[in-house]
């Protein structure tokens, strides 16, 4: 029997990164670029540069660091002569912080990776507040940020971040196969849980 519905995607392609790539991962540029290339797509050092306001050769070196631990790779069907295409090895990268408490470099690495991750957000949310005015009230309705306070143990606080990020995937594919909405526009959701620690909140 003739399927006609959309063809299943394959899987988010996912990487446990290990220490090497860790302490590769861990710049700003190369942060950016590994970013970009899994939101925009493959590209040249060229438009990076453009794209992130550096320069290509700075973004052509640390295109080729991230390389060499497998996080980014050549595009073989778009390069042509001197003109290198680079794509995202992965679209999702995994990480335990215990995977590097044997490694004082890694382990700092990590430390600065989740840093970035606080400062992106911090970012991003400066930016939506900025320029909110101009979005239709739809968007301003639906967009935000909201918080609850549980008192959970570890193992059921994984549970719960395993199970909203199912939810986060399932949506994710419905949107990769149905036809576009023309309301659709691209959205980041961070997803986060931190103890409540003493001292002044």
């Known amino acids: 029997m003739a399927n006609d519905g959309p063809t299943p995607r394959p899987a988010p392609r996912e990487v446990r990164i290990d220490k090497r790539q860790v302490r590769v991962l861990a710049h700003p540029l190369r942060m950016r670029l590994l970013g970009a290339l899994r939101v925009q797509g493959p590209a040249t050092a060229t438009t990076l540069a453009e794209l992130l306001g550096t320069n290509t050769g700075a ?7 991230l390389a060499e631990v497998g996080l980014v790779t050549e595009d073989p069907d778009r390069g042509t002569g001197r003109q290198r295409w680079w794509q995202a090895a992965h679209e999702i990268t995994n ?13 700092a690495a990590i430390e600065w990776i989740q840093g970035d991750q606080v400062r992106l957000l911090v970012e991003h949310a400066e930016r939506w507040f900025a320029t909110q005015h101009q979005a239709t009230p739809a968007w301003r309705d639906a967009i935000g940020m909201s918080d609850i306070f549980l008192t959970v143990a570890p193992d059921r606080l994984e549970a719960l971040t395993a199970e909203v990020w199912q939810v986060l995937e399932r949506y994710r594919r419905e949107a990769e196969q149905t036809p576009a909405d023309p309301q659709a526009r691209p959205v980041q959701v961070f997803l986060a849980a931190y103890p409540l620690l003493e001292g002044p909140r």
């Open 59 to 65: 973004t052509s070196y640390h295109l080729r660091q």
């Open 95 to 107: 990480w335990e912080p215990t995977d590097f408490d044997d490694d004082p470099d890694a382990r």
